[in-house]
Structures are given as structure tokens and as C-alpha cells.
């Protein structure tokens, strides 16, 4: 199975902040990654797919890159509404693998 | 509108059976190969089931392999998962997912319902 391993595990950070998150994969993944966002007893929403194409509907604020084995996740200027749990998807190959996850908190 | 809303979940004794449903609303049901990911209480995601959109092909986690189904009923729009032999382990809210495009890019997910696995 291929390991994804994501940092950090959690951050606190204040509005207006720039925010990133990284997800290794333990062999490449070409751009077969998908980042979520999960909000307390909700569905989780994707926000990005092929590791830098925005879902439809979520802000420009949101962006990915990355390829092979290395993947971020930035949130160029952190809205309260952002304040949630962040996981990767890796859906290159059976099984998919999720990140560990980063709980975003406020400072 | 796109909607997944899971149910069948609750309190089942160890060993004991449990079977989910997911209905979904607002696409082409039989287009899309669909999954179960669970996420135990406090904790992260972890990818259970999926199935074809025609329903011939499943694929199964290691962890549930011989004991969890997976099935669909594309005439009435539902997906299932018959949960046997359960753990406490297994306890957790089960998701049912969307893929859009090959078997595992999910990008739409259901609230979820939560399964209790305790004596």
C-alpha cells in the first residue's frame, strides 16, 4: 500500500495568515492526489483534485502542487470559515490512502 | 443537486450483523463507481469498499476483506454494505463517495451514519 504522510498534524493560525500543509507519498503518485476539507460531524469536501485543479465553488484562496511524491496544500490568506481538518487522497492505485490529517485551529 | 444520504446505522453486539444504505439524487447513478470510507471517532479516514457502476467489479480493504459486502441496486439508486462479524474496531461513521473519474477520485460525500459495535 502506498503510505501518505502528512504534516503538519495540526496548526494554530490567525485570520489573514498564509497556510500550508505537505503530503509525502511513500513511492510516486504522478498528480493522483486529492485534498479534502472536513468540518466537525460533516461530509468531507474536496477541494482540490489532480494535486492543483480547484473543485468548482471553492474560493481562489485554495491551491495545490506538486507531483510524484511531494504535494502541498496553501490557503493564501486563512478566512474563519477555514478553520477545519485538511486530508490528502491518494487515488493512484488500489488501495487509496488517505493523510493522517491537519486540524487547522485558531490562535 | 448531487445528494448521498446514508443510513441503517446503529448499536449492533460484537459479531452481530449490520446492513448500510446510500441513496443518492441528482446524477447518473450507474455512471459512477461508488465507495464506503469510514472514519472511526477522533480519528482519520480510512477507505472501506468499492464497487463498479454496473456492480460486477469490488475491490475490499484489507481489514473488512471476507467479512463487509458491497452491493448496488441501480434501479432504485442505492448502495449497500453488509457489515458481518463486526468489531469493535469497526465502530465508526461510514461515508458513502462518489468517484468521478476511475475508482477512487471521490469528489462528492454523504453526511454519513454511525455504527456502534459494543456489547
Known amino acids: 500500500d502506498i503510505q501518505m504522510t502528512q504534516s503538519p498534524s495540526s496548526l494554530s493560525a490567525s485570520v489573514g495568515d498564509r497556510v500550508t500543509i505537505t503530503c509525502r507519498a511513500s513511492?510516486?503518485?504522478?498528480?493522483?492526489l486529492g485534498w479534502y476539507q472536513q468540518k466537525p460531524g460533516k461530509a468531507p469536501k474536496r477541494l482540490i483534485y489532480a494535486a492543483s485543479s480547484l473543485q468548482s465553488g471553492v474560493p481562489s484562496r485554495f491551491s495545490g502542487s506538486g507531483s510524484g511524491t511531494e504535494f502541498t496544500l496553501t490557503i493564501s490568506s486563512l478566512q474563519p470559515e477555514d478553520f477545519a481538518t485538511y486530508y490528502c487522497?491518494?487515488?493512484?492505485?488500489?488501495?487509496?490512502?488517505f493523510g493522517q490529517g491537519t486540524k487547522v485551529e485558531i490562535k | 443537486e448531487v445528494q448521498l444520504v446514508e443510513s441503517g446505522g446503529g448499536l449492533v453486539q460484537p459479531e452481530g450483523s449490520l446492513r448500510l444504505s446510500c441513496a443518492a439524487s441528482?446524477?447518473?447513478?450507474?455512471?459512477?463507481?461508488m465507495s464506503w470510507v469510514r472514519q472511526a471517532p477522533g480519528k482519520g479516514l480510512e477507505w472501506v469498499s468499492g464497487?463498479?457502476?454496473?456492480?460486477?467489479?469490488?475491490y475490499y480493504a484489507d481489514s473488512v476483506k471476507g467479512r463487509f459486502t458491497i452491493s448496488r441496486d441501480n434501479s432504485k439508486n442505492t448502495l449497500h454494505l453488509q457489515m458481518n462479524s463486526l468489531r469493535a474496531e469497526d465502530t465508526a461513521v461510514y461515508h458513502c463517495?462518489?468517484?468521478?473519474?476511475?475508482?477512487?477520485?471521490?469528489?462528492?460525500w454523504g453526511q454519513g451514519t454511525l455504527v456502534t459495535v459494543s456489547s
Open positions: 441528482g446524477f447518473s447513478f450507474s455512471s459512477y463507481a
Open positions: 487522497l491518494q487515488d493512484n492505485s488500489y488501495p487509496p490512502t
Open positions: 463517495a462518489r468517484a468521478v473519474s476511475g475508482w477512487f477520485d471521490f469528489d462528492f
Open positions: 464497487i463498479g457502476g454496473g456492480g460486477g467489479s469490488t
Open positions: 513511492q510516486g503518485i504522478r498528480n493522483d
